[in-house]
């Protein structure tokens, strides 16, 4: 009850009398009450429990204007990093399933896909997952409630049931971590009414036949690549660059690989309508800014993946002075993740300045618990994160990408070492590796503290992750030269980077 009789501006009012009469009269309380049952959220309210505190989690999943729907774990084991690896995999077999007759195998032709078993077999396990979370939160003691929260002073969360029932939960600290949703954009006519997005692709009981997928991000691409791989005509459009923040020269070859692949691109082409026929199809649209022209295409799905807004439209922030930036909307945060108002933090995506990842939201949320709950002083460092695009030849990156590394230090002041390689399983299938590619950006100097790694090709996240602890730990180029390789891998390559951008060297790895 301290948090009530410590802070007896609360009390001033007849809501707040009535609410302090709410809780007074056994309604809950608690030392810290979680908003959005997500990554971050999640990870938090868990790490606080086992400090012993009384903990509660908000989660509420508003439908998607086409009225998908899920349950607890957030954006990435709904609609985000699990299905969309389940399908990249899905992808991948079919490629592997081609390959498999240069080694032997007899395959049957035509082989088909079917996606309702795919998507079926990815929503079960997703399934599987919600209740997973919900053990997990019960055998943690931490108190679960499906609605949703908005504030109605600093301390005091007003929640409504989907049936539109009435709570109050008070709290002596709050986090909010309610993540972001994909954008609609609104300008274009029938984008909201005929298109669709991440929020439903995983979703969809029947295949999304011939789709457009507008924007550039990697959500864009990732799905683009699975929906080629899978044996569907799959265009993407894009208005400028290719996966924007990352490293440009990767993105590039990203691309290259997706249309030698199979996936269309629409490059410099903005969409301007789009228009349902009465055959059911969705008829797109554009203008060709490079042309000046007009051009239009049917569609059985159009997907929009142009950003994501941050989830905090109905959560009453400016009544308790929450800060937010005006331009992204996201929550104005500082080293310890607290918020303009000292009891009131925010982690993961609705953060402001943070990467949108799920380990990074995990790890802010128990780092923030154990200095809430646990007298701990550890900041969340987000340098050297690393990351991978799930796209059809993967790209893994840890560091600074080669643009941000001329802009911090100079290009008289890296050095990029650099191969083009070929993945021996790529040999007997006579797959094409002119994209498997990989650099590492180092300090010119005599020590050669390595700044970034980027890689394209198979199973990118596991090297990545392996590469990321040294880097972590302020790696340097000649000790990564007395790392012996292991043979015979795609990860050795990288031990052996030796040729220079600046030499003008052929960087293509021969021999084995």
């Known amino acids: 009850m301290a948090a009530l009789w410590q802070r007896p501006e ?113 929503q079960n396990y997703v399934k599987s997952l919600n209740w997973g979370h919900r053990v997990q939160l019960q055998d943690k003691k931490v108190k679960y409630f499906n609605i949703k929260g908005s504030f109605s002073d600093p301390h005091t969360i007003r929640g409504l049931t989907k049936a539109g029932k009435e709570t109050f939960i008070t709290a002596e600290k709050i986090v909010i971590a309610t993540g972001g949703r994909p954008k609609y954009p609104m300008h274009i006519a029938g984008a909201l009414e005929y298109g669709i997005t991440s929020d439903d692709l995983f979703w969809l009981k029947e295949s999304p036949g011939k789709t457009l997928v507008v924007g550039a991000s990697y959500v864009s691409l990732e799905c683009a690549g699975f929906l080629t791989g899978i044996g569907l005509d799959t265009t993407v459009m894009m208005r400028s660059i290719p996966l924007r923040g990352f490293d440009q020269q ?23 309508k789009v228009e349902k026929l009465e055959s059911n199809k969705l008829q797109v649209t554009w203008q060709n800014t490079d042309l000046g022209t007009e051009e239009t295409d049917s569609f059985d799905t159009v997907m929009w993946a142009v950003g994501r807004v941050p989830d905090t439209k109905t959560l009453n922030l400016e009544t308790v002075g929450v ?57 969340m460092d987000y340098d050297n994160v ?48 002119t994209q498997c590619y990989m650099k590492m950006v180092c300090l010119r100097e005599r020590e050669q503290r390595i700044l970034g790694l980027h890689f394209i090709g198979p199973n990118a996240g ?14 340097t180029y000649p000790q990564l030269m007395k790392t012996i390789g292991i043979h015979p891998t795609c990860a050795e390559e990288i031990t052996k980077l030796h040729i220079t951008k600046r030499s003008g060297l052929d960087a293509t790895v021969t021999g084995c």
């Open 10 to 122: 609360r009390l001033l009012g007849a809501a707040g009398l009535c609410r302090t009469a709410r809780a007074l009269s056994g309604k809950s309380e608690y030392d810290l009450l979680v908003i959005g049952g997500g990554s971050g959220g999640l990870a938090c309210a868990k790490e606080a429990a086992q400090f012993g505190r009384k903990v509660a989690v908000l989660d509420y999943v508003e439908p998607s204007p086409q009225g998908t729907k899920w349950g607890l774990g957030g954006t990435c084991v709904n609609v985000g990093c699990i299905p969309k690896k389940l399908m990249h995999q899905a992808a991948l077999l079919g490629s592997a399933l081609k390959d498999a007759q240069h080694y032997g195998w007899n395959i049957s032709q035509p082989v088909q896909h079917t996606w309702s078993v795919m998507a079926q077999a990815v």
């Open 250 to 272: 990767m993105s590039s070859l990203v691309t290259e690989h997706m249309e030698s692949y199979g996936t269309k691109f629409l490059k410099k082409c903005i969409p301007t």
């Open 323 to 379: 800060k937010t930036n005006s331009e992204t909307g996201k929550i104005v945060v500082d080293a310890s993740e607290a918020t303009s108002v000292p009891h009131i933090y925010a982690v993961g995506d609705i953060t402001e300045g943070r990467p949108e990842l799920t380990p990074t939201a995990i790890a802010a949320g128990k780092l923030l618990a154990r200095r809430l709950f646990g007298q701990s002083s550890e900041l």
């Open 386 to 433: 690393p990351t991978t695009v799930f796209t059809p030849l993967e790209y893994g990156c840890v560091g600074l990408s080669e643009e941000e590394a001329v802009q911090c230090y100079g290009s008289d002041n890296i050095e990029v070492y650099h191969a083009y390689y070929k993945p021996l399983e790529f040999t007997v299938a006579e797959r094409d590796a």
């Open 462 to 475: 596991e090297v990545i992750q392996g590469f990321a602890l040294g880097i972590k730990c302020g790696a």
